[in-house]
């Protein structure tokens, strides 16, 4: 099965940027669609981004879209999210997920749903100091 560990949280200041890693096993992030969601204490985990298994798409969340980026190094088998211009809100478990069954449709939201990964970190925590 996939293995994924993420890696690169901690705690920033409102402002700052972290980037965070995942390592991934059997070739996924080549291979399959890939995204990165959050989980704030009380509260339901939430899509942050996503990139598709080819052709370079990927999708972002209102919320973060325009201060962190995603992207894939699959001569590493990494997938990353870059955080820039973090904020208070941002602070949450991220975790990285593989859909290594290729049950998203990218001509709909299905990657904004937890549901359709079938893989996922342990994750790593991100605390925004105001």
């Known amino acids: 099965q996939v293995q994924l560990v993420e890696s690169g949280g901690g705690l920033v200041q409102a402002g700052g940027s972290l980037r965070l890693s995942c390592a991934a096993s059997?070739?996924?992030?080549?291979?399959?669609?890939m995204g990165w969601f959050r989980q704030a204490p009380g509260k339901e985990r939430e899509f942050v981004a996503a990139?598709?298994?080819?052709?370079?798409?990927?999708a972002y969340a209102e919320s973060v879209k325009g201060r962190f980026t995603i992207s894939r190094v699959s001569a590493e088998n990494t997938l990353n999210l870059q955080t820039n211009n973090l904020k208070p809100e941002d602070s949450a478990v991220y975790y990285c997920?593989?859909?290594?069954?290729?049950?998203?449709?990218?001509?709909?939201?299905?990657?904004?749903?937890?549901?359709?990964?079938?893989?996922w970190g342990q994750g790593t925590q991100v605390t925004v100091s105001s």
């Open positions: 059997e070739r996924a992030v080549s291979s399959y669609s």
């Open positions: 997920a593989a859909d290594r069954d290729y049950s998203i449709s990218w001509s709909s939201t299905d990657y904004t749903n937890a549901r359709s990964y079938d893989y």
């Open positions: 990139s598709r298994w080819s052709g370079g798409i990927t």
